[in-house]
């Protein structure tokens, strides 16, 4: 009998055995489901765009017309049409801007320290001087499309311009340019001046030591040059910037009023604190705004 029962166990065992493996097939597909949502999850941070690709190494942006996405940084100021965003973990490039301005109408509520993300926007390059005219541009993304992810964050730290940080080109305002300055073929932030601004577009930057080489215009608007003037090819007597052929003195920084009053101030005051603020472009020439008080003697 014992010997006649032993096929039927053996049997009886083969198809539990069978059974079991055809379950665990069964269940394979419900493991891998997953995946895919791993997947799209990764896809989704490829996407983040940032500031430095849409800045580009050039004075028009290589994403031009083109819709952005996740753009991610820190408001560090705030105007009438819009605010300035920068990227807190800069690619280590200095030849692309980690700040841009973020044109919207009409401007939401943020505030300066919000971490903001644009969900989408569209790249431009608004010119200041108008349509047509052969003034360089700003680039921008439009959009009202964004999410404040927290507030109170530090700001960037500022790109200090002169000693101790980036040299200021002294002498050439752009020598690669043939025909319109905004499409020139070689950029070169450290010798052409017109570059070595754009190179720092929107972002946060800081001066010292200034000194006044120009008296506060009708405009609020005032020249200074960085570290004293050590920097500058040739002050005359009365402490001005001499303009001469072959000098075009890129090393002037024009300060302006758009965050701040600018006081009456005459040609050689020296500043006692660091002049922080943002470059931006307007009527021709890249700017400096304080976003500071300034104090000067």
């Known amino acids: 009998m014992k010997l006649h029962r032993l096929p039927l166990l053996l049997a009886c065992c083969l198809i539990f055995t069978l059974a079991a493996c055809n379950l665990v097939y069964t269940q394979a597909p419900n493991q891998?489901?997953?995946?895919?949502?791993?997947?799209?999850?990764?896809?989704?941070?490829?996407?983040?765009?940032?500031?430095?690709?849409?800045?580009?190494?050039?004075?028009?942006?290589?994403?031009?017309?083109?819709?952005?996405?996740?753009?991610?940084?820190?408001?560090?100021?705030?105007?009438?049409?819009?605010?300035?965003?920068?990227?807190?973990?800069?690619?280590?490039?200095?030849?692309?801007?980690?700040?841009?301005?973020?044109?919207?109408?009409?401007?939401?509520?943020?505030?300066?320290?919000?971490?903001?993300?644009?969900?989408?926007?569209?790249?431009?390059?608004?010119?200041?001087?108008?349509?047509?005219?052969?003034?360089?541009?700003?680039?921008?993304?439009?959009?009202?499309?964004?999410?404040?992810?927290?507030?109170?964050?530090?700001?960037?730290?500022?790109?200090?311009?002169?000693?101790?940080?980036?040299?200021?080109?002294?002498?050439?305002?752009?020598?690669?340019?043939?025909?319109?300055?905004?499409?020139?073929?070689?950029?070169?932030?450290?010798?052409?001046g017109l570059d070595f601004y754009e190179s720092l577009e929107g972002m946060r930057v800081q001066v010292n030591q200034a000194l006044a080489v120009s008296p506060t215009s009708k405009y609020r608007e005032v020249v200074i040059v960085a570290d004293k003037g050590k920097n500058a090819t040739v002050l005359s007597l009365r402490g001005i910037l001499v303009l001469r052929p072959e000098d075009f003195n890129p090393e002037r920084i024009l300060i302006d009023d758009a965050f701040i009053n600018i006081p009456e101030i005459q040609v050689g005051a020296l500043f006692d604190q660091p002049i922080v603020g943002i470059i931006s472009y307007d009527f021709g020439n890249f700017r400096l705004l304080p976003t500071e008080k300034l104090t000067f003697s």
């Open 32 to 192: 891998t489901e997953t995946e895919p949502r791993a997947q799209e999850t990764k896809t989704e941070t490829t996407h983040r765009t940032l500031i430095s690709q849409i800045q580009g190494a050039q004075h028009r942006s290589p994403l031009e017309g083109q819709t952005v996405t996740d753009v991610y940084g820190i408001v560090t100021g705030i105007t009438g049409s819009g605010f300035y965003l920068q990227d807190p973990k800069p690619d280590l490039d200095e030849c692309t801007s980690e700040g841009i301005f973020i044109a919207m109408q009409p401007v939401s509520p943020v505030k300066v320290g919000d971490e903001v993300l644009i969900a989408n926007g569209v790249v431009k390059e608004f010119n200041p001087a108008g349509a047509g005219n052969n003034s360089l541009t700003i680039t921008q993304i439009q959009t009202n499309d964004f999410n404040v992810l927290s507030k109170g964050n530090s700001l960037p730290e500022p790109i200090v311009l002169g000693e101790g940080g980036r040299t200021i080109p002294n002498q050439v305002i752009a020598n690669d340019v043939n025909g319109y300055a905004g499409k020139s073929g070689l950029f070169d932030p450290q010798e052409d």
